[in-house]
């Protein structure tokens, strides 16, 4: 890891970040190429330049922290490390996207040491991040959010103010719906139009005039034709902000339905191990090629063996929505394949066998035909 050979000069426009993760990395390395001197840190050391050994030794070096730490345990545990090391000089910019009382909890225990806080959540991808072409929502106290300004300028196009402490974290909650529920639909609709015979490149030609295209569709729709999945937002993360809509709609007595199903479907492609994939891959469940599974579970040798010695009865497709319940989401790519498969003989009794090929397009062939 480098290190600075010497940090004895003046900590007046040092930038410390914690959280080098996709946005949290782009950011530093954005502010670097801009002139600034930048100190890091990260849970999992990295060989960066300025990786320094503690949250603690950050503050030691820099006036200006940012945190883009991935959820709200992270972001309580950060501040409270930075506790004993924050004096009246710091700024910290809260950047994780986390239920409003966890920012509101980290606003306090910054606040009490005499520091401001800013909550800054942002919206952008991987690239609006190296670009410096974030979008923040901001919430806090006038003083504090004058004097963040400059370092949220540094790595932004729109700074977008909103009110207090928290009320950002539900702003950017509520675009996040918004965003997972549009490529949830756009998956669906690829499906549609597969399923017709259409070629899919044709609906990326209609959506383009459409109104309810968007920035995200035009920049989600080719990849998830391409199957590219490199992660800009992943899923694991979507999922979280989707738990967080939920749980706080269910506080106020809300009935999010397009929120849980969006929810639903992330979960499913985080239990079949895709948690660090972008969330476009819910594609992955509809698109496929001819005779191809949709998914093809990771299976040890043995069971290959098993499958290959006798050919699969396929199962009745009734009860579908049973058959494709996700596991428990926290055990993550130790699922059961999504059909059971019948009895052929006594060495197949009682044994599950993965998904085989061709199975989505019988389903599809049934449902269709009103079999299913």
Known sequence: MERLASMSHSTDKNIGVIGLGIIGRGVAGHLR????????????????????????????????????????????????QLSGDLAPRHVVLAHSTVAPDSMRGAAEIVERRGSRFVEASFTGSKLAAEKGELVYYVGGSDTALREARPVLEASSKEIVEIGA???????KIATNMITAASVQAAAEALALVQAVGLPLEKFIEAMRPNASNSATLALKLPKMLDRDF???????????????????????????????????QLLEQMQWGHGDADYSVVARKYLHDLGQALYEEPQTQEQDEQAGAVEPIIASAESDAEKLEPEDAGVAGSQQPLLAFGEVGSAAAGTTTRLRRGVIKQLLSRLSSGRG
């Not at 402490?165 to 702003?171: M, P, R, T």
Request: hydrophobic content about 45%; some cysteine; glycine content about 6%.
């Open 230 to 264: 490199e992660p800009h937002f992943s899923v694991k993360h979507m999922l979280k902000d989707m738990q967080l809509a939920v749980q706080i709609a269910l506080s106020h007595y809300l009935d999010l339905g397009v929120t849980a199903a969006a929810r639903d």
């Open 33 to 80: 190429r801009k002139g600034f001197p930048v100190f890091v840190w990260n849970r999992s050391p990295r060989p960066v330049p300025n990786f320094v050994g503690s949250p603690g030794e950050l503050a030691g070096l820099c006036n200006y922290i940012q945190i883009f730490v991935s959820d709200d345990e992270a972001l309580l545990q950060t501040v409270e």
């Open 165 to 171: 402490v928290g009320q950002a974290s539900a702003i």
